[in-house]
């Protein structure tokens, strides 16, 4: 059976809201969300099926100029993530300043032919006369199907956005099963909702320094799944902030993430956390791999 059906790259600056943006679209959380820059390291894929066909999207780290091994790693994820797509979804925030990181990306896109829709995110943060000289800076500087304002936080204007995508998708069979909506593995999943804990609670350098790694989750004969987890840091005083005064810090990061992944997976779950230190892990090449970077 054909039906409209292929593959959306959604790019963009970091912190624009392309995981939240997926999210909606999909209808269920699959990437997670936080204020702070390279919250997605990963290629994150969403399923989003409905009666018109399937899309399935690509979520990618935020685009901007590498400043070590692991800013590398990110830059290819989105440049191979953008090959061989049917689309960009190009996301930008509106309340945002324009200027040199938006002309980075432009440089990126305009290497491709894959036809591109230009999302204004966040609109629910700036005036309507605001929005007006935002619009004619981008459309002066690429040619784009359409430029959509809209909030992914809101879902202002989210339903013509899946419109557009459906309408300029090719012919195509399912790629997925139609319950499907991320092929992430399950360890994946948990390893990233930590993470997601860790950037909600912490603050200045912690965020970009630290790496989750989920082995394996086992269940045991109670039917509780066991689910142990490492999250890494560069540097000691880095551990003892995430451990914090008599553990409390690493106690309500497995506090928050447990109840999380509980509602998600639906089973009780004993999560057991360690943090360990890998010094400049982000420039060590055999730590990127080991973490699934490379």
Not at 59 to 66: K, N, V
Request: charged share 25%; net charge neutral; glycine share 6%.
């Amino acid at each position: 059976m054909f039906i409209k059906s292929g593959f959306v790259c959604i790019i963009g600056r970091p912190n624009v809201g392309k995981s939240t943006l997926l999210n909606q679209i999909v209808g269920r959380k699959i990437a997670i969300v936080s204020d702070k820059p390279q919250t997605t390291r990963n290629r994150i894929l969403g399923i989003c099926t409905n009666d018109e066909g399937q899309a399935v999207f690509l979520d990618t780290p935020g685009i901007h100029r590498p400043r070590h091994r692991l800013g590398e790693y990110l830059l290819k994820v989105v440049r191979r993530a953008m090959d061989g797509v049917d689309l960009l979804l190009y996301v930008v925030d509106a309340a945002a300043p324009t200027g040199p990181g938006e002309e980075f990306i432009l440089n990126q896109v305009s290497r491709v032919r894959t036809p591109v829709i230009l999302v204004l995110n966040k609109i629910d943060l700036i005036r309507k006369d605001e929005l007006l000289p935002v619009m004619e800076w981008f459309s002066r500087r690429g040619a784009f199907l359409e430029i959509v304002p809209a909030s992914a936080l809101t879902g202002a204007n989210l339903d013509q956005v899946k419109r557009l995508i459906f309408d300029n998708l090719p012919e195509g069979p399912y790629y997925y099963p139609q319950e499907m909506v991320t092929d992430q593995p399950e360890c994946f999943v948990a390893a990233e909702i930590i993470r997601e804990k860790v950037l909600l609670l912490t603050r200045e350098e912690i965020p970009h320094s630290i790496a989750v790694v989920v082995e394996e989750m086992l269940t045991r004969d109670n039917q509780t799944l066991y689910l142990p987890a490492v999250i890494y840091v560069e540097r000691e005083s880095q551990k003892g902030i995430l451990i914090g005064k008599n553990g409390q810090m690493l106690k309500e990061i497995g506090r928050l993430a447990r109840l999380e992944l509980e509602a998600l997976f639906g089973n009780k779950i004993f999560l057991e956390l360690w943090v360990k230190v890998k010094k400049e892990w982000r420039d060590n090449e055999n730590a990127l791999q080991s973490f699934g970077y490379e």
